[in-house]
C-alpha cells in the first residue's frame, strides 16, 4: 500500500482511524502527500504525534459529519505545536451550518458540560424514506430557530445521537454515541469517555470498551486493547484507576492483535469476542476454610452464574451489585448468617466476611455488664439546642406513635414488657431541672419512673381525658385503655 502511494503520488486521502491503522506496513505511516483527513470516529491524539515525528508536510485534518446533513459539518486542523489530550476535536462547523450541543431537557449545554449534538443548516436531510416513526424521533423542529417561515425541511434539525461538549476554545470535542450509554450498578456510564482514558495510557494503540451480559444478565465492563509492545494488563488497570471511579473500571481486559473491522473501517464491536470469566478472579484462588465460607462461596457461584469463586475474590468484580446484593444478604439469612446489606459493601471478599462473621459470634458470646446508671448526664448537643429555643410548654415537645397491639395480649404481660424496657434503657429515667440559668440531666431512681398507666375510658368525662393526656404528655408511660 505505501508503495502505491509512491508510485501513484497520492495528494490526498480520506479514511477511518482504525482502518489507517490497520493499513500500516512495517510501522511505515501511510501518509499522502498534501492532505490526509480522517473521519467516522474518535481520532486517538498519539496519531497526530506519530505523523509530526515523520516531520511530514502532510495535513491533518478531523473531520465529522452524518450522512443525514449530507455532507461534512464539522472540521478540525491540527496544528504542529498544540498539545492534544485523548482525543483529537471535531473542530468547529464551517459555512452554513449551526450545532447545538443540548441536554435531554434540550437546554444548552455549557462548556465542558456534555450533551447530544444536534445539526442544522444546508445540507441536512429531510428525513428517512419509507419511515415516519424514525424520521419524528431524528428530525426535529428546531425551538432555536428564530424566524421558523423557512422553505420545507429548513426549519428541522437533526439528533446526531453523539455526545460531545464544547471545549474553552469554542471547538467541540467528541464523546462517544448516546446509545452506548449503559447502566451498570445503577451508574449511567458513557463507554466513549473510558475509552479516551484508555487512549492516554502509554502501553495502549488501540482501545474498545462494551458491557457484556453473562449468563444471569449481569451487565460487565470489557476493554479490548490492542498493545503499542507488551500487553501489562497491570498496569492499564493502575493507569485507570488513578483517573476513573470505581464504578467505570472494567472488569475484563482482553487483549487483541487488531481490531475487527466494518467495511467501512470502523471497529466492528459485535465481532469483538466474549471475555474469558476466569479473568475476574484475583489469581488468589483460596478454597473455603470453614463452613461460612462454603456456603458463601456456593452462594456467590449461583448468584454470579460462576463455576468456581475464591475467598479473597471481590464481589463487585465479579459482577455484584446493589440487586445482587440483596439477595445475597437474604440467602445467607436462611443459611444461619446474619449479613447486613451495608457489611456486603465494607467487607467485599469472602474471607472478610467469614472473620465479620466470627467476631459478631464472639461477641455474642460475652455477656455485657448491666447495671442501673445514677447521677448527672450531659446534654447532647440535640437536647441543648431543645432548651436553647425556650419554647413556652417545654414539657409538651412530643414525636407520638401509636401502636396497636394483638388483643391476645394481657395486661401483665404488657406491664412486664415495659418494665424490662426501664430496665434496660437509662435514658428513659432521665428527669430535667434548671439551675443557675443552666439545664441539667440527670438518672432519677427506677422505682421513681411510671411503668403501665391502666384506665378505663368508657364513661371518663373530658376533663378526665385531658388530665391522662397531660400526664402522657409530660412523661414517658406505656398506656393500658
Given at each position: 500500500?505505501?508503495?502505491?502511494?509512491?508510485?501513484?503520488?497520492?495528494?490526498?486521502?480520506?479514511?477511518?482511524?482504525?482502518?489507517?491503522?490497520?493499513?500500516?506496513?512495517?510501522?511505515?505511516?501511510?501518509?499522502?502527500?498534501?492532505?490526509?483527513?480522517?473521519?467516522?470516529?474518535?481520532?486517538?491524539?498519539?496519531?497526530?504525534?506519530?505523523?509530526?515525528?515523520?516531520?511530514?508536510?502532510?495535513?491533518?485534518?478531523?473531520?465529522?459529519?452524518?450522512?443525514?446533513?449530507?455532507?461534512?459539518?464539522?472540521?478540525?486542523?491540527?496544528?504542529?505545536?498544540?498539545?492534544?489530550?485523548?482525543?483529537?476535536p471535531i473542530g468547529k462547523p464551517?459555512?452554513?451550518?449551526?450545532?447545538?450541543?443540548?441536554?435531554?431537557?434540550?437546554?444548552?449545554?455549557?462548556?465542558?458540560?456534555?450533551?447530544?449534538?444536534?445539526?442544522?443548516?444546508?445540507?441536512?436531510?429531510?428525513?428517512?424514506?419509507?419511515?415516519?416513526?424514525?424520521?419524528?424521533?431524528?428530525?426535529?423542529?428546531?425551538?432555536?430557530?428564530?424566524?421558523?417561515?423557512?422553505?420545507?425541511?429548513?426549519?428541522?434539525?437533526?439528533?446526531?445521537?453523539?455526545?460531545?461538549?464544547?471545549?474553552?476554545?469554542?471547538?467541540?470535542?467528541?464523546?462517544?454515541?448516546?446509545?452506548?450509554?449503559?447502566?451498570?450498578?445503577?451508574?449511567?456510564?458513557?463507554?466513549?469517555?473510558?475509552?479516551?482514558?484508555?487512549?492516554?495510557?502509554?502501553?495502549?494503540?488501540?482501545?474498545?470498551?462494551?458491557?457484556?451480559?453473562?449468563?444471569?444478565?449481569?451487565?460487565?465492563?470489557?476493554?479490548?486493547?490492542?498493545?503499542?509492545?507488551?500487553?501489562?494488563?497491570?498496569?492499564?488497570?493502575?493507569?485507570?484507576?488513578?483517573?476513573?471511579?470505581?464504578?467505570?473500571?472494567?472488569?475484563?481486559?482482553?487483549?487483541?492483535?487488531?481490531?475487527?473491522?466494518?467495511?467501512?473501517?470502523?471497529?466492528?464491536?459485535?465481532?469483538?469476542?466474549?471475555?474469558?470469566?476466569?479473568?475476574?478472579?484475583?489469581?488468589?484462588?483460596?478454597?473455603?476454610?470453614?463452613?461460612?465460607?462454603?456456603?458463601?462461596?456456593?452462594?456467590?457461584?449461583?448468584?454470579?452464574?460462576?463455576?468456581?469463586?475464591?475467598?479473597?475474590?471481590?464481589?463487585?468484580?465479579?459482577?455484584?451489585?446493589?440487586?445482587?446484593?440483596?439477595?445475597?444478604?437474604?440467602?445467607?439469612?436462611?443459611?444461619?448468617?446474619?449479613?447486613?446489606?451495608?457489611?456486603?459493601?465494607?467487607?467485599?471478599?469472602?474471607?472478610?466476611?467469614?472473620?465479620?462473621?466470627?467476631?459478631?459470634?464472639?461477641?455474642?458470646?460475652?455477656?455485657?455488664?448491666?447495671?442501673?446508671?445514677?447521677?448527672?448526664?450531659?446534654?447532647?448537643?440535640?437536647?441543648?439546642?431543645?432548651?436553647?429555643?425556650?419554647?413556652?410548654?417545654?414539657?409538651?415537645?412530643?414525636?407520638?406513635?401509636?401502636?396497636?397491639?394483638?388483643?391476645?395480649?394481657?395486661?401483665?404481660?404488657?406491664?412486664?414488657?415495659?418494665?424490662?424496657?426501664?430496665?434496660?434503657?437509662?435514658?428513659?429515667?432521665?428527669?430535667?431541672?434548671?439551675?443557675?440559668?443552666?439545664?441539667?440531666?440527670?438518672?432519677?431512681?427506677?422505682?421513681?419512673?411510671?411503668?403501665?398507666?391502666?384506665?378505663?375510658?368508657?364513661?371518663?368525662?373530658?376533663d378526665a381525658l385531658r388530665s391522662?393526656?397531660?400526664?402522657?404528655?409530660?412523661?414517658?408511660?406505656?398506656?393500658?385503655?
Open positions: 500500500m505505501q508503495d502505491y502511494f509512491s508510485r501513484k503520488k497520492i495528494e490526498c486521502l480520506k479514511i477511518v482511524p482504525s482502518h489507517w491503522k490497520a493499513l500500516r506496513m512495517d510501522e511505515k505511516l501511510l501518509l499522502p502527500a498534501k492532505l490526509l483527513v480522517f473521519g467516522g470516529e474518535a481520532l486517538p491524539a498519539e496519531v497526530i504525534e506519530k505523523i509530526r515525528q515523520t516531520n511530514s508536510e502532510c495535513m491533518v485534518v478531523n473531520h465529522y459529519g452524518p450522512t443525514e446533513t449530507t455532507i461534512g459539518k464539522l472540521l478540525h486542523i491540527t496544528e504542529p505545536d498544540m498539545k492534544y489530550d485523548s482525543t483529537i464551517f459555512s452554513n451550518t449551526r450545532v447545538y450541543v443540548l441536554s435531554n431537557a434540550m437546554e444548552v449545554c455549557p462548556v465542558g458540560v456534555p450533551g447530544q449534538l444536534y445539526i442544522a443548516g444546508d445540507g441536512v436531510a429531510r428525513g428517512y424514506l419509507n419511515n415516519t416513526e424514525l424520521t419524528n424521533e431524528k428530525f426535529i423542529e428546531n425551538p432555536y430557530l428564530k424566524n421558523k417561515k423557512t422553505k420545507a425541511g429548513k426549519s428541522l434539525f437533526y439528533c446526531t445521537g453523539d455526545l460531545v461538549k464544547y471545549l474553552p476554545d469554542g471547538n467541540i470535542e467528541f464523546i462517544g454515541r448516546a446509545d452506548t450509554q449503559v447502566k451498570i450498578r445503577g451508574y449511567r456510564i458513557e463507554l466513549g469517555e473510558i475509552e479516551n482514558v484508555l487512549q492516554q495510557c502509554e502501553t495502549v494503540s488501540e482501545a474498545a470498551v462494551v458491557a457484556k451480559e453473562d449468563v444471569q444478565g449481569n451487565k460487565r465492563l470489557a476493554a479490548y486493547i490492542v498493545p503499542k509492545e507488551k500487553f501489562d494488563k497491570e498496569a492499564i488497570s493502575s493507569f485507570l484507576k488513578d483517573i476513573l471511579p470505581e464504578y467505570m473500571m472494567p472488569s475484563f481486559f482482553v487483549e487483541m492483535e487488531r481490531m475487527p473491522l466494518m467495511s467501512n473501517g470502523k471497529i466492528n464491536r459485535k465481532a469483538l469476542p466474549d471475555p474469558e470469566m476466569s479473568e475476574l478472579l484475583s489469581g488468589q484462588l483460596t478454597s473455603p476454610r470453614n463452613e461460612a465460607e462454603i456456603i458463601l462461596a456456593e452462594i456467590w457461584q449461583d448468584l454470579l452464574g460462576l463455576d468456581t469463586v475464591g475467598i479473597h475474590d471481590n464481589f463487585f468484580e465479579l459482577g455484584g451489585d446493589s440487586i445482587i446484593t440483596i439477595q445475597l444478604v437474604s440467602r445467607a439469612r436462611r443459611a444461619g448468617y446474619e449479613l447486613q446489606i451495608g457489611d456486603v459493601f465494607t467487607y467485599q471478599t469472602i474471607a472478610r466476611l467469614s472473620a465479620l462473621l466470627d467476631q459478631r459470634s464472639e461477641d455474642l458470646k460475652t455477656v455485657g455488664e448491666q447495671f442501673e446508671l445514677t447521677g448527672a448526664c450531659g446534654l447532647l448537643p440535640i437536647q441543648q439546642w431543645f432548651f436553647e429555643k425556650e419554647h413556652k410548654d417545654i414539657s409538651h415537645f412530643n414525636q407520638s406513635v401509636l401502636l396497636e397491639i394483638d388483643k391476645g395480649v394481657t395486661e401483665p404481660v404488657l406491664k412486664r414488657a415495659i418494665e424490662q424496657l426501664k430496665e434496660h434503657h437509662d435514658a428513659l429515667r432521665f428527669k430535667y431541672f434548671k439551675k443557675d440559668g443552666k439545664w441539667n440531666q440527670v438518672y432519677e431512681p427506677e422505682s421513681e419512673v411510671s411503668g403501665l398507666i391502666t384506665e378505663d375510658l368508657q364513661s371518663s368525662s373530658q391522662l393526656i397531660s400526664l402522657l404528655q409530660t412523661g414517658i408511660s406505656g398506656v393500658w385503655i
